[in-house]
């Protein structure tokens, strides 16, 4: 039987040429590296992305031969890949990794990490870009960024170094200053990647494509068309078994602090020259500096009180394992910021994030204003609700813009109706996890969907003020019940007629 033509829309999905490269995963044992980086390693192998020559270093306290960090790795990704692991593929991947035991803060360590990568260089008879991956926790950042400077691992004769660094980028203004000062004393800024998985999500990114590529949308991107923005980050999951972390940071600092004004300076970012990194985040930064920090009551915060998740009873938040009795972390948060700038002034951006409500979803829904004159108000007609555009980031990654429609029949009724694109339907393709997108960049050298020094520095001024009032005022918490979706309270943020959209 002849094949069937290839399907025209994956044609665009095509892989870009990188250098041959070492990459060192420090904290290579570590969770987020067997859940994400290594299961993305091997999607990027397996859709032959990889360079032609790659090499990998794992580096972790536990003292583990080669060996052994490969079964691990293996496991790793067979258990959480998003595709069947191909033997062969997977093999080939982990077949030269090395393994490099120590602690992060052990000059020791270096120089034999220094040996692998020199090995790697000489088997290739060629110098290897070389790029360090610190998923580690974050009081290790500094101390192994200053470590390859000392070591003399942060340049590379002929060949590029860059160091990408997760998050949380600080836990306050002050702490990301600082960091950038440790790592820029040592890097240049072209070298850091600061990681924000958000801007490796294909949703996440195509909101440029949908503002910038389509003549129908800029013109009413602004104050004149456009009623207010709602941005939503909803969990249903809990804290698992993160209460150590999460305890300390909860919901403004683990997911609205970064993620959310991401996609928020996405959205209201003006035109880029191009899309060049550094236009794209210098426009950002642009938005980030219009934002004043919210003040006391343009801010909620709610934690998570027992429940019941899709049909399991679950404990409430001071029941999880690892949360103090009396812990005063928020699980909800909920703003309303301003974008004091030309485009924006007086619509009202509202963003709300939390764990264990109803269901996952993160959207950001664009709600135009109403139509100066509702004619259709008679005979029953249900009106015409305002136009909204609803970017939906996950789980059914989609556009979808809720037009008003006649209701057929002899009577002049209106409705809702709602024009779709889906990702999964339109291009035939899952898409590739954000990791797998965002670690072919660093390795390529293109920092555009990574988070810039002052850029991360303008996000946490916004949001430090809330965080230091937060922490300074008593409990307790409002409570809201796993499951639901939400605290009532944060309706009290909600301007006139504004109403939030149903998780
Ligand atoms: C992480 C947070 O950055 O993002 C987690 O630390 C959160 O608490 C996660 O669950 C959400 O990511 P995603 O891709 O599932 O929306």
Request: charged share 25%; aromatic share 8%; hydrophobic share 40%.
């Amino acid at each position: 039987m002849a094949e069937p033509p290839p399907n025209p829309l994956t044609v665009g999905l095509e892989r870009l040429p990188v250098h041959p490269t070492s990459l060192v995963i420090f904290g290579g044992t570590g969770d987020l590296a067997r859940r994400k980086l290594l299961p993305a390693l091997y999607n990027l192998g397996a859709d032959g992305a990889l360079p032609e020559r790659f090499s990998l270093v794992g580096v972790s306290r536990s003292a583990l031969p080669d060996e052994e960090f490969r079964a691990q790795a293996k496991a790793a990704v067979q258990e959480f890949s998003r595709r069947p692991a191909d033997p062969a593929v997977l093999d080939a991947l982990l077949a030269d990794a090395r393994y490099i035991s120590g602690s992060f803060d052990d000059d020791a360590m270096y120089p034999r990490l220094c040996a692998a990568l020199d090995g790697f260089d000489e088997t290739a008879g060629q110098k290897l870009n070389r790029a360090f991956y610190l998923s580690t926790a974050p009081e290790f950042f500094p101390v192994i960024v200053e470590a390859l400077g000392r070591h003399g691992l942060t340049g590379s004769d002929g060949a590029a170094v860059r160091v990408v660094i997760e998050k949380p980028f600080g836990t306050t203004l002050a702490e990301a200053r600082e960091l950038n000062r440790t790592v820029l004393g040592v890097l240049d800024e072209s070298q850091v990647f600061r990681i924000d998985h958000y801007l490796g999500k294909e949703t996440v990114q195509n909101m440029l494509a949908f503002r910038f590529a389509n003549g129908m949308f800029e013109p009413l991107w602004n104050r004149n068309y456009i009623a207010n923005v709602q941005i939503t980050a909803a969990e249903d999951i809990g804290i698992g078994s993160r209460a150590g972390y999460y305890d300390n940071a909860g919901a403004l600092r683990d997911l609205m602090q970064n993620h959310m004004m991401q996609l928020l300076s996405l959205l209201c970012m003006e035109p880029p020259v191009d899309f060049s990194a550094d236009e794209v985040r210098s426009e950002k930064v642009k938005v980030l500096h219009a934002i004043a920090p919210p003040p006391p009551e343009r801010t909620v915060r709610a934690q998570y009180a027992a429940g019941n998740v899709a049909g399991t009873e679950v404990p409430g938040y001071t029941g999880e394992d690892g949360v103090r009795d009396d812990s005063h972390t928020e699980t909800f948060a909920a703003i309303r910021l301003d974008v004091e700038n030309w485009r924006w002034a007086g619509v009202p951006f509202y963003l709300r994030t939390g764990k264990r409500l109803a269901r996952k979803v993160t959207e950001i829904a664009v709600t135009l204003r109403p139509v100066p004159h509702q004619a259709f108000n008679q005979e029953g007609s249900v009106g015409v609700r305002p136009n909204q555009l609803i970017f939906t980031v996950q789980p059914n990654e989609g556009v979808t813009l809720k037009l008003g429609a006649k209701i057929p029949g002899t009577r002049m009724r209106v409705r809702d109706v709602n024009m779709e694109f889906l990702y999964g339907t339109t291009f035939l393709s899952q898409s590739p996890e954000a990791y797998e997108k965002l670690i072919m960049d660093a390795m390529r050298g293109d920092a555009t969907l990574f988070t810039r020094n002052d850029e991360a520095e303008a996000q946490w001024r916004i949001m430090d003020p809330v965080v230091a009032r937060w922490k300074h005022e008593p409990g307790p918490l409002p409570q809201y019940e796993a499951g639901s979706p939400g605290p009532p309270e944060a309706d009290a943020l909600l301007g006139g007629e504004d109403e939030w959209r149903a998780i």
